[in-house]
């Protein structure tokens, strides 16, 4: 896994009805962006150094997804 600071962290629900986490990336111990994590979690308003587990995946920060989007639409049109 690797991430940027302003990546979004979800970790889905263990069990049914568990409730899913969801945590804005505010530090990124690596260079590499690997784990460990300082996410900012939403039902809290706490933050935490995290270590993701197979339950977590990643969102991109909404402009790095848009930038992406754009290339690919550009990549097509030529």
Do not use: C, K
Not at 12 to 37: F, K, M
Not at 70 to 78: H, L
């Amino acid at each position: 896994m690797h991430a940027e600071v302003g990546d979004w962290i979800v970790v889905e629900a263990l069990h049914l009805d568990g409730p899913r986490r969801r945590g804005q990336i505010v530090g990124v111990e690596h260079s590499d962006g690997t784990p460990p994590y300082v996410v900012h979690w939403t039902e809290n308003d706490r933050e935490t150094v995290f270590f993701p587990g197979p339950e977590a995946h990643l969102a991109p920060a909404s402009g790095r997804r848009f930038a992406a989007d754009r290339r690919t639409r550009e990549r097509g049109q030529s």
